[in-house]
């Protein structure tokens, strides 16, 4: 029996000893992305009501999703990780102060975000302006854990000095280690290739190719501080088209990334999975927040639950986050409108239907093409040269970025056309807030150039390319060669009428043209897309070529010293304010023109050859003489090809 009982005690002794297996372990993962400053419910912001619920139709709300974020983190007795995938700036009034008070950091470390990316939009007012809101949130001591892995700057300008620095104090790092429930969780940041593109102003940094970003990344997560989970903040994006979707293009290149929280595109979707990556995007604007309930065991990740959270008037908002918020929006009156005559819910005008955007001719895009030709004729125009009346008004509906709502009342306020048209920095010494309205000259056939941005670069390049237009009204021909599918034009308006415009090669009369200084600098990205098929040379009045965009901007007194910058925004507002009180209430009426498309646009899709081929510039004749010689070549192989059947 004593040996028995020794080998017992043995077997005893050494299982004791053998390390128990891993017990399964369980995390929450909260995401949101392109938050954009919306922090009221919309639309309208005058129509939220964050302490009351069912008493309106708006959809977010910063106060709201910080009362689903409590919710979810009582429902769980697991750790459970807050996190954002960039653009949490531009797209409201309280951004126009950001960096002085850095409100959108403060509210996020509030709501208990742990950790988030920057986006293109972080970048839209230099690296000077994006270092001081960083910085500013810093010094508050609000603000969540930072992560960007591949930027890139400058070693031959200052401009983006002092950005660096505060990556290198470690402000934004390019990766974070946490431990939460035992495990070691890395998380990384990406600036997406489109979203680097769409991002002009954060030159001089730039951003390295995120698919070799992501594989340094994630060598050194896994190999050298041993994370046991991997997730990547990726401001990159979705598509349905396969070879658009970056972020899936990512999952599948680069294996070992176990989450990508997914942004940029302001999808919405479910969650996709493409290897063994989850990949997750919630909408845009906080209309949606995500919950992901991920377990880890054996070293791998699987999914127990997802879903999408509704923020709307269901959900109470948060007192402490809507107090914040309220504080906010007297600095924005005290500091920002009132110098204006205006204030953040004045009433400016009213309506009897929605002004949207949407990818085609639509009223809101209309209606603010308009106002950037009518600003500046009001302001910049030589009575004695008719020429210099802006005859073209230019809009792309990236820069649209909401539509102005009926809602309960009929009104709008100043905060809800805002929305509208939000984006931007100015180029004068202060660097103010909001695009600056620009001008230039252009040939007729330039004209058309600029068109055929719409009929052959948007389908390729996606909405963002969409451009509304005003004084000037053209067909098109889809089915006609890419780049040559404009088939007439017309110059002027529905009030004075249309004109028709020839636009030969050899046709150098000067056309002068606004839009605001973001849209003017793709006309360089757009010629060399196109390989400079669609080349378009900015003029002065002379027709001189332009060199520096920034020395066309508009000037709203010549008498001050330097350029008083002319803003998209204001012009917007104005335009509105300008229009005549129908109903005789005091307040002026959104005109009935606007409740529909004005024909604009024109599509006159034909594969009639006559059609196809009327009028074609080069591009259509190379195109034709290489389908024939194709054609040729093809008949003469076929010919070949008999004889040598023939003689056997």
């Given amino acids: 029996m ?8 043995m077997m005893f002794l050494i299982f004791a000893a053998s390390p128990a297996p891993c017990a399964d372990k369980k995390i929450t993962i909260i995401h949101s992305n392109d938050l954009h400053s919306h922090f009221l419910g919309f639309s309208p912001n005058i129509d939220y009501s964050p302490l009351q619920t069912h008493d309106d139709d708006t959809v977010g709300g910063w106060a709201r999703i910080a009362t689903a974020i409590k919710k979810v983190k009582q429902q769980r007795n697991n750790p459970v990780l807050v996190l954002d995938a960039g653009d949490f700036l531009m797209g409201s009034l309280f951004h126009m102060l950001s960096r002085e008070e850095a409100f959108e950091l403060q509210l996020m470390k509030a709501m208990d975000y742990d950790v988030i990316t920057l986006g293109n939009h972080e970048f839209d007012l ?6 001081r809101i960083l910085s500013t949130a810093h010094q508050q001591g609000q603000i969540p854990q930072i992560v960007l892995s591949n930027a890139v ?3 031959t300008s200052s401009a983006d000095d002092a950005l660096e620095k505060i990556f290198d104090s470690g402000i934004v790092k390019p990766y974070r280690i946490m431990e939460k429930n035992g495990l070691k969780i890395g998380f990384f940041g990406l600036m997406g290739k489109n979203a680097a593109e769409v991002a002009p102003f954060s030159a001089p940094v730039k951003f390295d190719d995120p698919v070799a970003s992501a594989r340094i990344m994630v060598r050194l997560l896994r190999e050298k501080e041993k994370a046991d989970i991997v997730i990547c903040l990726s401001h990159s994006g979705l598509d349905d088209d396969p070879k658009r979707s970056e972020d899936e293009i990512l999952a599948k290149q680069v294996p070992g990334i176990d989450i990508i929280i997914s942004g940029h595109t302001h999808t919405k979707t479910d969650i996709r999975k493409v290897n063994n990556t989850l990949i997750v995007q919630a909408w845009c604007y906080g209309k949606e927040l995500g919950v992901m309930d991920i377990i880890w065991s054996g070293g791998k990740v699987s999914l127990q639950d997802y879903r999408l959270i509704e923020i709307n008037d269901a959900i109470k ?8 918020i309220n504080g906010f929006e007297d600095r924005i009156n005290r500091k920002l409108l009132a110098g204006q005559g205006l204030a953040f819910r004045k009433l400016i005008a009213r309506t009897r239907f929605n002004l949207e955007i949407l990818e085609d001719e639509c009223n809101l895009g209309n209606l603010i093409a308009d106002s950037i030709r009518w600003y500046i004729n009001k302001k910049d125009t030589d009575p004695d040269d008719p020429a210099t009346r802006v005859a073209v008004g230019v809009i792309s509906n990236g820069v649209i970025r909401d539509n102005i709502e009926i809602g309960k009342t009929g009104s709008i306020a100043v905060c809800d056309a805002f929305r509208a048209i939000p984006l931007g920095i100015g180029f004068d010494e202060a660097s103010s807030m909001g695009y600056p309205l620009i001008s230039f000259y252009i040939y ?10 719409l009929t052959s670069i948007y389908p390729m390049k996606g909405s963002d390319y969409y451009l509304q237009l005003s004084g000037v009204k053209f067909s098109y021909n889809p089915n006609r060669m890419l780049f040559d599918r404009v088939t007439q034009i017309w110059l002027g308006d529905e009030d004075t009428g249309y004109t028709p415009l020839d636009y030969p090669a050899s046709d150098k009369r000067l056309i002068r043209v606004a839009a605001d200084i973001y849209n003017a600098t793709f006309l360089k990205v757009v010629g060399d897309f196109t390989w400079h098929v669609l080349d378009i040379i900015p003029k002065d009045r002379n027709g001189n070529p332009v060199a520096d965009l920034k020395s ?3 000037d709203a007194d010549g008498s001050v010293p330097g350029i008083q910058e002319i803003k998209e925004y204001t012009g917007v507002i104005e335009y509105i304010r300008s ?9 002026p009426d959104i005109p009935e023109k606007y409740k529909e498309r004005l024909g604009r646009q024109l599509v006159e899709a034909s594969w009639n050859p006559y059609k196809l081929l009327k009028r074609g510039t080069y591009v259509t004749w190379i195109a034709l003489g290489v389908i024939l010689a194709a054609l040729l070549l093809l008949i003469l192989l076929i010919g070949l090809v008999r004889r040598i059947i023939r003689k056997f």
């Avoid at 004593?2 to 005690?9: E, F, N, S, W």
């Fill in 2 to 9: 004593r040996p028995v009982r020794c080998l017992c005690i």
């Fill in 126 to 131: 230099k690296p000077e302006g994006l270092a």
């Fill in 153 to 155: 700057f400058s070693k």
């Fill in 317 to 324: 908002g948060d007192a402490g986050i809507t107090a914040m």
């Fill in 444 to 453: 007729p056939g330039e004209l058309k150039k600029a068109l055929e941005i």
């Fill in 552 to 554: 066309a901007r508009e």
């Fill in 579 to 587: 229009f005549p009180d129908i109903t005789g209430d005091g307040i």
